[in-house]
């Protein structure tokens, strides 16, 4: 099974073709050592924080296997019609001859996973005895009254084990003959039974886990230890965040708002307030760019806006529900919105230092000049808010900044309220102009 997902990982690589299709930000770190690991024949476990993608990343070594495969037709172990293991296909196959009846596998079907947790016995990954078949009249010895586990079910296949740490130690221990000797033994059996078998696992860093650890034998046998992180650069952050997240049927969220929570997911994992051994998972950007969607959505069904776009002001309402998705230091307990508030300012400002750069935004403090005031919110439309703020001189060139390019997006009114109000929310992070914020509404001045 391993020289078939070698010879298929050469292949795609020497027509050019995506090996981990959908694997964001690891091409030049992660993917190379676990090619190498794959082009080795070795078992592999994967290190790193929560939400890197690391079950993403094993789920796609299925695209690695043949299509098709044979099998006999029934076998609890997907024995191969040529190489029958299990006594019953043996059996089978003696009385049959050519006659024996095969089954085509999908490659899909050859991928188990089990998350490893502290109730996990070795009945559930390698198997136990079967009181039915039992009760049936067969004896104790005999082979054909095991109930065989996840991982000979996975036979031919690829395995996954995740949280590998939190499996008891006493039940790793039943994988160390899986790992080296490839066979499985089960309740003292004289059962020899040799699985041809990809295991990976996934773990946390060992330095940081409190729930357990991965036993020294156990991973002398995995041959290659990968650690995994989180995207390196910000496009590769924005690449993921627009991959994962549900933002198809909602209403538009323009790209300087998803490189606002880009921007803040990065900013939150680097503070000092966060716990950076607990990580911040890619899931946190993920529901925070859905968050902002949502609200909206909820806008748009309110005051009946008609084609609704995410502006600045639905990033807040973000942060109480994000609260639980972080781990704070104990030193910043009854701080958490407040630090999760200050990132927020921070990421909006440093977007719109990289969007609006550059752009003359005189037209737009000239609508203050003389003491107006421009009040937006939750609950503001976009058109509303185009009026409030009136006609202004390099609207054209400042909407042009935040609309897609190939779409007539930037004519409509709500992409022009979504360029209006971040402007204006970065003359304010920038002290050009003040804001009082009460409830739902915010309120722009001088």
Excluded at 112 to 130: F, M, N, Q, R
Aim: with cysteine.
């Amino acid at each position: 099974m391993k020289n078939e997902v070698r010879e298929n990982l050469l292949r795609r690589m020497r027509d050019g073709d995506r090996r981990f299709p959908g694997i964001v930000g690891f091409d030049t770190t992660v993917l190379p050592h676990l090619e190498r690991a794959l082009l080795a024949g070795h078992d592999v476990v994967l290190l790193g924080e929560r939400g890197q993608g690391k079950t993403r990343l094993i789920r796609t070594l299925v695209g690695l296997l043949d299509e098709w495969s044979p099998v006999v037709a029934g076998c609890p172990i997907n024995d191969h019609p040529y190489a029958p293991e299990c006594a019953q296909c043996r059996a089978l196959a003696a009385e049959a001859g050519e006659e024996l009846p095969v089954a085509w596998r999908h490659r899909e079907d050859r991928y188990g996973e089990k998350l490893a947790t502290p109730d996990t016995s070795v009945g559930d990954l390698i198997g136990d005895v079967d009181p039915v078949r039992l009760a049936e009249g067969r004896s104790l010895g005999d082979p054909q009254t095991v109930h065989y586990g996840l991982v000979p079910r996975a036979n031919r296949g690829v395995f996954c084990l995740n949280e590998l740490p939190d499996l008891a130690a006493r039940i790793q221990v039943a994988l160390l003959n899986v790992l080296e000797e490839r066979d499985v033994q089960i309740r003292g059996y004289a059962l020899r039974l040799p699985l041809d078998v990809l295991l990976v696992a996934s773990a946390n860093p060992e330095d940081y886990t409190n729930r357990g650890r991965i036993i020294t034998p156990l991973k002398d046998r995995f041959g290659a230890e990968i650690r995994t992180h989180y995207p390196p650069e910000l496009a590769d952050e924005m690449a993921l965040i627009a991959q994962e997240a549900d933002l198809a049927h909602g209403p538009a969220v323009p790209a300087h708002l998803l490189e606002i929570v880009a921007t803040f997911a990065r900013l939150v994992r680097e503070s000092p307030a966060v716990d950076d051994r607990s990580g911040v998972s890619a899931r946190f950007a993920v529901a925070a760019i859905e968050n902002v969607a949502a609200s909206a959505a909820r806008r748009a069904a309110l005051v009946g806006e008609e084609h609704p776009v995410a502006r600045v002001c639905d990033l807040p309402p973000m942060l109480q529900t994000l609260r639980g998705k972080v781990e704070f230091e104990v030193g910043e307990e009854g701080r958490e919105e407040e630090v999760l508030h200050h990132l927020l300012r921070r990421a909006t400002a440093e977007t719109f230092r990289r969007t609006l750069g550059g752009v003359d935004l005189g037209g737009l403090i000239d609508r203050f000049s003389e003491g107006a005031s421009v009040e937006s919110g939750e609950l503001v439309d976009g058109m509303e808010l185009l009026h409030r703020v009136g006609p202004m001189a390099g609207l054209a060139e400042l909407v042009a900044r935040v609309a897609p390019e190939d779409e007539d997006a930037g004519e409509t009114p709500g992409y022009a309220a979504a360029a209006v109000e971040f402007a204006l929310e970065g003359l304010y992070l920038n002290r050009r102009l003040s804001k009082d914020t009460v409830e739902d509404r915010t309120v722009y001045r001088t």
